[in-house]
């Protein structure tokens, strides 16, 4: 019996190998087979076998006021891919199984394997539906030790298997929140509009300003100062939202950071004054008429969860740039003295 038991050990330890590997693995997934078979799964096949998740996204823009008494709000909605974080995926048809399960020469490590595939015997002749495997997608996290974390709870709550006969829907997958909030996130901030300003003076027909005059700079209505996105995948829902602290100004002569996105020049603002102006030193003649000024605005963007998660997804920057020609204001002294 010794000798028996030494002969078996080293296939079952085979057959876990094969049927059963660790969290530690690129994705954990118990059958490395993925035919290449067509899915409708309310989303989209990927390219080895699984399923891109669609999430219904909600996005609010807080416009800058542009000198009206009230910000304007404007609200989008699209809908963005998201892999899935943990699932299933298709594997072996009923024949395939049946035929998997048999093929290891020893009746222990075809119960063990059997094991995983509950109800095979129903199905050993099917060769329509699909035996879909659990999985958990290591590059769906933000690092290990949360993929680890998600494997383990997954894996103890889901079959290794699940039968889906043909035409029938497979069973849900699911999407971590950090791996949504940064998906909408990168399909969202591609789309945020660049920033937009007005400013004075504007004199004559080229709407010149003057060298070494204050030139007031605010942002008009097309501006968002702020961007909320809100993002579901089934029972998983997160809230993104992005602020800015104001423009920033940059010419080859002159610079300001402003807090916040300016206030348009009015007899009563001048009174008030206002740190969003930029001075320019040299007239644009010598650069073809205009002088190129940057006008960047810097996003900080943070999600949370329904799940009571929460994170950081770092900052983005929207430029544009707006040719303005400086004019140089010529004094002329006379002598009013007669000889």
């Known amino acids: 019996m010794r000798k028996s038991r030494a002969v078996i050990s080293p296939i079952l330890a085979l057959v876990l190998c094969v049927a059963l590997p660790t969290p530690t693995a690129a994705a954990v997934d ?12 309310g989303g989209s096949q990927s390219s ?9 996204v909600k996005v609010t823009y807080t416009m800058a006021s542009g000198g009206a008494a009230d910000a304007v709000t404007s609200t989008a909605s699209q809908v963005t891919s998201v892999a899935p974080s943990c699932g299933y995926k298709p594997g072996r048809t ?13 009746e222990k490590a075809n119960r063990a394997v059997a094991a995983m595939y509950p109800g095979w015997e129903d199905y050993v002749d099917d060769t329509t539906g699909r035996w879909w495997t659990r999985y958990c997608d290591e590059s769906a996290f933000a690092d290990q030790d949360a993929y680890v974390e998600a494997a383990r709870e997954f894996n103890a709550e889901h079959p290794w298997h699940v039968w889906v006969a043909e035409g029938e829907d497979p069973p849900d997958s699911e999407v971590d929140p950090a791996a949504l909030a940064s998906a909408v996130w990168t399909s969202v901030s591609a789309d945020i509009p660049s920033p937009s300003i007005d400013r004075n003076p504007t004199i004559g027909e080229s709407q010149a ?51 916040g996105f300016g206030i348009p020049w009015t007899p009563a603002n001048d009174a008030k004054g206002t740190d969003c ?50 004019a140089e204001i010529q004094a002329l002294n006379t002598n009013t003295r007669q000889p």
């Open 48 to 56: 080895d076998g699984g399923v891109s998740l669609e999430a219904s």
């Open 209 to 259: 300003t003057v060298v070494g005059f204050d030139t007031w700079v605010w942002a008009t209505a097309d501006t968002p100062t702020r961007v909320e996105i809100v993002a579901a995948v089934g029972s998983t829902s997160v809230t993104v939202i992005a602020t800015s602290s104001g423009l920033d100004l940059s010419a080859q002569d002159a610079e300001a950071d402003c807090t």
């Open 94 to 106: 009923g024949a395939e199984a049946a035929e998997f399960i048999g093929g290891f020469g020893d």
């Open 277 to 326: 102006v930029i001075v320019f030193d040299r007239s644009s003649a010598h650069l073809g008429g205009t002088t190129p000024m940057n006008v960047d605005v810097q996003y900080s963007a943070s999600w949370k969860s329904t799940t009571d998660r929460s994170g950081y997804l770092g900052a983005l920057t929207t430029t544009s740039t707006v040719e303005i020609p400086v």
């Open 30 to 41: 118990g059958d490395s087979t993925r035919p290449d078979t067509t899915v409708s799964v």
